[in-house]
């Protein structure tokens, strides 16, 4: 036993000392190539994983023997053409290219069918959706005056008409909606026979919630900012002062007596361009907690104009300004000097994704996991520059990709892997003055069709989990 | 110059390099576990190169002991149907041995034992030492009773009653400590009264509590005892070469075949005064009726056991054991300041008498109990106790390494040889299972974070989960093992309870943490820290067992 013993033990040892490094070279990509160019090649890998899984994966014409969520590897460094096909599903076709030692993962392929389903919702004719209210509500407008706006009830699938108490204000004109991202508050701002007014609407509890906020802001109003968390607090912005209005109990304080430039909200706290041009983060009273930014080179930029405050945390906060210049609290400040319409950002990611007219880019964090760095090297990635009259684009799907909406058509862009250009689906046309409002993980599209102007749903992403890790792979 | 195998009294340099070394596996289990967690978040593509290579190592070596384990399994079956006594008494016809061959229609393992018999015998001719006449040799049995009662011990005394070899030529020491209940010590009384005509003898030594030098551990009892035997031993004029002393845990049951297969190996070593014989410690006695995390936990032990017996060179006594009594007694008796008595007489054998000392595999198994507290819980924290004990066995690397810096007479591939067993024994212990089960996962996890289009990043989960499944083999060969190994379950067990059975071994990569590496762990920190431990009597219990069961 003892001879048997020592001999697999000396065998093991042999074993290990051979597999061990094969193993680990293995593991990084390198292999042995075959044939006349024999030796010793780093390799990389390639990782396909679609929704939904068990797409079939062709590299050119050669069919790969496993299906999705796969891995390709020992593929040496080159472009390849790569297809993947799903019965009932568009193909998805790309040019990889491979690097040595490198895996080009795409781990949020969307098959979309053939035949994508949708559903009319409201057989009526309307107007304009309001993209931002509560997950469980969509409010229609279906014609120009107040009581011409409808409440989609999307557990109950009910269209209810938004009640509002008072002749006078049924028949008041819709001049200006401002919703809450993510909840159901909604100020209107109204022409009725009394004159301008401004409304408060709680869409969730409506048609009993309702107040006439007029008495209670200040003429005119430049903004109107409030935090989900606290949606019975208002914050309203004039030329020369900031208001809080309580609409729960019907009252109005004096937050700050100055001409301020822009105001955003994150967690209970009102981020502020004040008129000198610093960044300032201030509790709901008004009061100065914190100077987020204050240098010189920053208050040349922000003292002149008024700015949208967008704050993705506390530490990452973007400012457009009326020339659609984009600025940031991290030096050099000034990202871009004009024509932002819009920014919207992916927490998943740590990315900014930047709208333009025509174009969509994309402000990355120089590395994953450093979230503080995101503009240590400020530089925007363009990833559309084909569109015509960009009007909303927001990421959807776990960041894998960006809906947007360019006139009256939506469609899908799916986020670019390297330097792999993007592709764009189309998905359908919609009214062009509406805007469009995905709930996830439902994965469904709200929309107006065009031109007949029913509400519609789309089912464009699959609502089971997308297999993101390569530990599933079978 | 005698070495001193205790802690006790160092001084100077001493003291110092006996610190060092105790220091050593806690200090290395620490820092792999601790460096190995750091790097897989400061570090993670190394970290994730390092578990690659950690793991490819843990499976060829699980692979290695599963074969070794299968070997000896082999081994242990072969010899079942072994007449041990019809042996012994072949050989103690020396020099005119008769080798009966096993009939021609006798079943390969027993013509491939009669093979193996009859190569030891040829060896033990040519060795030149031939065996003592079997009229004389003598065996001492010393049982330690500290919270044990009759229930408990009784068995196991029966089971030597009935032994094939002569009990008459048995001497039976029930060493019962001072602090010992009343209860125990009347135990002990009965079960002397009811046995000691079957018998040599059957003494009740009581051992007083609080000795000068001596620590609360089952060493400094059973040096008592066997001081008293050896009393005996001589007033009968028994010669100590002649004597084979077993130092049986309280709860031990042997077959009846026992004694003569140690008779019988104690024989057949040439060097049988420079040997302790071990044999394989099941733990049948109530395993039907523990929690299913303490029955794996035991058999996982038991297999341990089976795979160490196929490797001579290395084998260190655990548990029940048995040694020539001579050897007993030039060393000194047991260690009587340590717990760990029973692989401690080993060390303290074999650096007494300069490495020539050896463990001899014996292929019979003895059963014992499976700690059962009565509650689960309860239950849970002794298994930790005990497991805690056992691995309280790393107080003997310190006193070993200092032995081996001072004796320059012991073979230097012998001291390595030791020293890399002991230690990476033990720290092995204590950090595989955490490495395999915890953190070898992270860096495939975090390499993610911060290399997330490296190939090592998709490789890395897809290696260490093909090393897994590969390491599945091994499990499913120790289930199967298992099956074999166990008694039957008690009548009236419904016939899921084996079913049931199968699905405990799941369980293994959490008992492996919290039984295995946590009190091994526990233990080295405390050896680190200067936390010395004293020995803890773990709670056993089982229903009445008429006729002893092996």
Redesign the interface.
């Known amino acids: 036993?003892?001879l048997?013993?020592k001999l697999?033990?000396y065998l093991?040892v042999v074993?290990?000392v051979v597999?061990?490094p094969l193993?680990?070279a293995?593991?990084?990509?390198y292999l042995v190539r075959p044939g006349a160019e024999q030796g010793l090649v780093k390799?990389?890998?390639i990782?396909l994983s679609t929704s939904p899984p068990g797409a079939s994966v062709y590299v050119g014409r050669r069919r790969y023997t496993q299906r999705t969520p796969t891995?390709l590897?020992g593929v040496l460094p080159g472009t390849y053409p790569i297809t993947v096909a799903l019965k009932g599903h568009r193909v998805w076709k790309r040019r990889v290219a491979v690097e040595a030692?490198?895996?080009?993962?795409f781990d949020h392929i969307l098959l979309l069918p053939d035949v994508l389903r949708q559903h009319v919702l409201v057989s009526d004719r309307c107007e304009e959706l309001l993209a931002s209210t509560d997950a469980h509500l969509l409010v229609v407008r279906c014609g120009p005056l107040l009581r011409d706006l409808r409440l989609y009830h999307r557990r109950e699938a009910t269209l209810l008409p938004l009640r509002v108490p008072g002749v006078a204000w049924q028949d008041a004109r819709i001049r200006e909606a401002v919703t809450m991202r993510d909840g159901a508050g909604l100020v209107l701002s109204v022409a009725s026979r009394e004159g301008p007014r401004w409304v408060w609407v709680d869409a969730e509890r409506a048609p009993e919630v309702f107040l006439d906020l007029t008495p209670l802001v200040p003429d005119p109003v430049a903004e109107i900012q409030w935090d989900p968390r606290e949606s019975h607090l208002l914050f309203v912005r004039s030329p020369d002062r900031l208001i809080r209005v309580d609409v729960e109990r019907g009252t109005s304080t004096l937050v700050a007596a100055e001409a301020l430039r822009g105001v955003g909200m994150f967690r209970k706290w009102l981020y502020v361009v004040s008129r000198e041009g610093t960044i300032e983060r201030r509790d709901a009273g008004g009061k100065t907690v914190e100077v987020v930014l204050d240098d010189p080179a920053a208050r040349a930029l922000f003292q002149q104009g008024r700015f949208r405050v967008v704050v993705c945390d506390e530490d990452t906060i973007f400012f457009i300004g009326e020339r659609g210049e984009l600025l940031s609290t991290q030096p050099p400040y000034l990202l871009l000097k004009h024509g932002v319409r819009d920014v919207a950002w992916d927490p998943l990611q740590e990315r900014l994704l930047v709208r333009q007219r025509e174009r969509l880019g994309v402000l990355e964090p120089p590395?994953?996991?450093l979230p503080k760095d995101v503009l240590a090297r400020p530089g925007i990635r363009w990833i559309f520059t084909d569109g015509s009259d960009l009007r909303q684009a927001f990421w959807v799907y776990d960041g894998s990709h960006v809906l947007i909406r360019d006139g009256e058509e939506v469609a899908l862009l799916e986020r670019p892997i390297g330097d792999h250009p993007p592709v764009i689906q189309t998905l359908v046309r919609v009214q062009p003055r509406s805007d469009v409002r995905v709930v996830e993980p439902a994965g469904t599209l709200y929309y107006l069709d065009h031109p007949s102007g029913h509400l519609r749903a789309l089912e464009v992403f699959p609502t089971h989990e997308v297999v993101t890790?390569?530990?599933r792979?079978p | 110059m005698r070495f001193q195998f205790s802690r006790q009294g160092l001084e100077g340099t001493e003291r110092i390099r006996e610190r060092i070394f105790e220091c050593l596996p806690g200090a290395t289990s620490w820092t792999l576990l601790a460096g190995m967690l750091v790097l897989s978040f400061w570090k993670p593509f190394l970290a994730?190169?390092l578990v690659?290579?950690i793991d490819?190592?843990w499976l060829?070596?699980l692979?290695?002991l599963t074969?070794?384990l299968v070997?000896s399994y082999l081994?242990l079956s072969l010899e079942r149907q072994t007449d041990w006594m019809a042996r012994v008494e072949a050989i103690g016809r020396w020099p005119t041995v008769e080798l009966t061959p096993p009939l021609p229609h006798a079943a390969p393992a027993q013509r491939l034992s009669h093979w193996i018999f009859q190569r030891r015998m040829l060896a033990l001719a040519a060795s030149g030492r031939p065996p003592p006449p079997l009229a004389q040799i003598h065996h001492l049995v010393i049982i330690p009773m500290s919270t044990e009662t009759q229930e408990i011990v009784e068995p196991g005394v029966t089971s030597l009653s009935r032994q094939r070899f002569p009990p008459s030529r048995i001497l039976v020491v029930l060493a019962v400590e001072g602090r010992a209940s009343d209860e125990v010590k009347a135990g002990a009384a009965r079960i002397q009264a009811h046995s000691c005509a079957q018998f040599l003898d059957v003494m009740v030594v009581e051992h007083p509590d609080g000795l000068p030098g001596e620590a609360r551990v089952k060493g400094a009892n059973v040096t008592w005892a066997a001081k008293a035997a050896a009393r005996v031993f001589q007033e009968r004029g028994v010669p100590f070469e002649r004597v084979v002393a077993s130092c049986f845990d309280a709860d031990t049951v042997v077959s009846e075949q026992y004694m003569a297969c140690l008779t019988y190996h104690f024989m057949m070593c040439p060097q049988r005064t420079r040997a302790s014989f071990q044999p394989i410690p099941v733990y049948h006695n109530n395993i039907w009726e523990a929690p299913a995390f303490a029955r794996v936990l035991d058999i996982g032990s038991s297999f341990f056991q089976l795979i160490e017996l196929?490797?001579?060179?290395t084998l260190v006594t655990f548990s029940s054991h048995s040694m020539s009594f001579k050897a007993l007694v030039d060393v000194g008796y047991w260690p009587i300041d340590l717990i760990s008595d029973d692989s401690a007489i080993f060390w303290k054998a074999l650096v007494h008498f300069d490495g020539d000392y050896r463990g001899v595999p014996m292929y019979i198994t003895l059963s014992m109990d499976v700690v059962n507290a009565g509650t689960w819980r309860r239950t849970a924290l002794h298994v930790y106790r005990q497991k805690r004990r056992w691995a309280w066995g790393v107080e003997n690397f310190p006193l070993v390494m200092r032995a081996f810096s001072q004796r320059n007479a012991i073979p230097l591939l012998d001291k390595i040889r030791y020293s890399v067993k002991l230690f990476e024994g033990h720290v092995g212990w204590a950090t595989w299972p955490f490495l395999l089960n915890v953190i070898g996962w992270l860096p495939?996890i975090l390499v993610?974070?911060?290399f997330?289009?490296?190939?090592?990043?998709?490789?890395?989960?897809?290696?260490t989960?093909l090393i897994f499944g590969l390491a599945s083999v091994s499990l499913l060969t120790s289930i199967v093992l298992s099956c074999g190994f166990l008694p039957r379950p008690p009548d009236g067990r419904p016939w899921w309870t084996r079913v049931r059975y199968l699905f405990e071994w799941l369980l293994v990569p959490l008992i492996s943490m919290c039984w295995g590496a946590l009190p091994a762990l526990d233990a080295q920190t405390r050896l680190l820290l200067g936390r010395y431990m004293e020995f803890w009597v773990t709670e056993k219990r089982r229903a009445p067992m008429p006729v002893p069961v092996v």
């Open positions: 036993m003892l048997v013993r697999v033990f093991f074993a290990y597999i061990c193993t680990i293995y593991a990084l990509g390799t990389g890998l990782y891995s590897r030692g490198h895996a080009t993962a590395d994953r996991g890790l390569p530990f792979e | 994730a190169v690659i290579a490819l190592y060829l070596k692979l290695y074969l070794f070997l081994r196929t490797n001579p060179q495939a993610g974070r911060e997330p289009n490296s190939v090592l990043y998709y490789s890395a989960p897809r290696i989960a």
